[in-house]
């Protein structure tokens, strides 16, 4: 219930969000034009795919708490991650875009009105505050809601460099500031959305989960009562925050009356690695020994008498 309550508070959340970040896209595109300070109007951009990146987390978030079904076996966990993607890869194309605008602006430069740009800037921080406050309770376990909270983060510390800019301008009346502003904040779109480009490549391609070692996840099972040996370890996310693994575990030959207790510590130990979706398949020595499965059940082979 409590789990339930709190998924449907982000998801407002990221609705009013949504709202907030596109109604000031509109206002900062037009005091940006107006003060013609290619800064605000890239920061607009950047807000505008604030915004996109808010409707997809919202999208994303919905899919991924639906429930699995027969043809979704596993569930909708990789949607928040493919929105995520996607969203990082919008963040990059605006960046080249705020990257040529801005040397179109250092071969022909213009007056830059720095108040408003100041008083715009302020107003988007204030924004962008209140929105990374709403969204930062689950930024550390959910990649989607991540990738929107960096978008906030980014365009937070945009606002910040162009009401420093805005005041630099006023006291050296240097305009290039301002295009050079933009460069910074096309450099920092970039730089956010790496991270997030890297770690939903590797949920999708299925790679190892940030933060895990498969070397020490073998050998914490290895060290179990019980368990012989652990080979063919495979350990992936299904979305941000699902992990799953499958293995299979030399034991010796009992009924699986007795092995039942050695898979209940398997479990065990792998939800202490935040893996709770696991498929373990038993191997016994007696059946191993002659498919030598492992180093263990041939060194065990080796070993044997000659007659």
């Given at each position: 219930?409590?789990?339930?309550?709190?998924?449907?508070?982000?998801?407002?959340?990221?609705?009013?969000?949504?709202?907030?970040?596109?109604?000031?896209?509109?206002?900062?595109?037009?005091?940006?034009?107006?003060?013609?300070?290619?800064?605000?109007?890239s920061?607009?951009?950047?807000?505008?795919?604030?915004a996109?990146?808010?409707?997809?987390?919202?999208?994303?978030?919905?899919?991924?708490?639906?429930?699995?079904?027969?043809?979704?076996?596993?569930?909708?966990?990789?949607?928040?991650?493919?929105?995520?993607?996607?969203?990082?890869?919008?963040?990059?194309?605006?960046?080249?875009?705020?990257?040529?605008e801005?040397?179109?602006?250092?071969?022909?430069?213009?007056?830059?009105?720095?108040?408003?740009?100041?008083?715009?800037?302020?107003?988007?921080?204030?924004?962008?505050?209140?929105?990374?406050?709403?969204?930062h309770r689950?930024?550390?376990?959910?990649?989607?809601?991540?990738?929107?909270?960096?978008?906030?983060?980014?365009?937070?510390?945009?606002?910040l460099?162009?009401?420093?800019?805005?005041?630099?301008?006023?006291?050296?009346?240097?305009?290039?500031?301002?295009?050079?502003?933009?460069?910074?904040?096309?450099?920092?779109?970039?730089?956010?959305?790496w991270?997030?480009?890297?770690?939903?490549?590797?949920?999708?391609?299925?790679g190892?989960?940030?933060?895990?070692?498969?070397a020490?996840?073998?050998?914490?099972?290895?060290?179990?009562?019980?368990?012989?040996?652990?080979?063919?370890?495979?350990?992936?996310?299904?979305?941000?925050s699902?992990?799953?693994?499958?293995?299979?575990?030399?034991?010796?030959d009992m009924p699986?009356?007795?092995s039942?207790?050695?898979l209940?510590?398997i479990?065990?130990?792998?939800?202490r690695?935040?893996?709770?979706?696991?498929?373990?398949?038993?191997?016994?020595?007696?059946?191993?020994?002659?498919?030598?499965?492992?180093?263990?059940?041939?060194?065990?082979?080796?070993?044997?008498?000659h007659?």
């Amino acid at each position: 219930m409590h789990q339930h309550s709190h998924h449907h508070g982000t998801g407002r959340v990221l609705q009013w969000s949504f709202f907030a970040t596109l109604a000031f896209v509109a206002i900062e595109l037009f005091f940006g034009f107006r003060a013609n300070s290619l800064a605000l109007i890239s920061d607009a951009g950047h807000n505008f795919t604030d915004a996109l990146a808010l409707v997809l987390a919202a999208i994303g978030f919905y899919l991924q708490s639906k429930p699995a079904d027969s043809v979704k076996t596993y569930g909708y966990h990789r949607a928040g991650v493919l929105t995520a993607f996607v969203n990082a890869l919008t963040l990059i194309g605006i960046a080249l875009f705020i990257f040529y605008e801005a040397w179109q602006r250092f071969q022909h430069p213009k007056h830059v009105e720095e108040w408003t740009m100041l008083v715009v800037a302020v107003a988007a921080l204030a924004l962008n505050g209140a929105i990374m406050w709403g969204l930062h309770r689950d930024k550390d376990h959910d990649l989607n809601i991540r990738a929107a909270f960096m978008h906030m983060l980014g365009d937070a510390v945009s606002s910040l460099a162009i009401v420093a800019g805005a005041i630099a301008i006023h006291f050296t009346g240097f305009e290039s500031i301002d295009p050079i502003l933009s460069v910074l904040i096309g450099a920092l779109i970039i730089w956010t959305a790496w991270d997030i480009i890297q770690e939903s490549l590797n949920v999708l391609l299925e790679g190892l989960p940030r933060g895990l070692e498969l070397a020490a996840v073998t050998r914490a099972l290895c060290e179990l009562e019980g368990v012989i040996d652990v080979h063919d370890v495979h350990i992936w996310s299904l979305g941000s925050s699902a992990h799953a693994m499958s293995c299979h575990v030399l034991i010796e030959d009992m009924p699986p009356s007795e092995s039942n207790a050695i898979l209940v510590r398997i479990n065990d130990l792998l939800c202490r690695f935040q893996i709770h979706h696991t498929t373990v398949q038993f191997e016994h020595t007696k059946c191993a020994l002659s498919e030598m499965p492992c180093s263990i059940v041939a060194t065990q082979h080796q070993h044997e008498p000659h007659h």
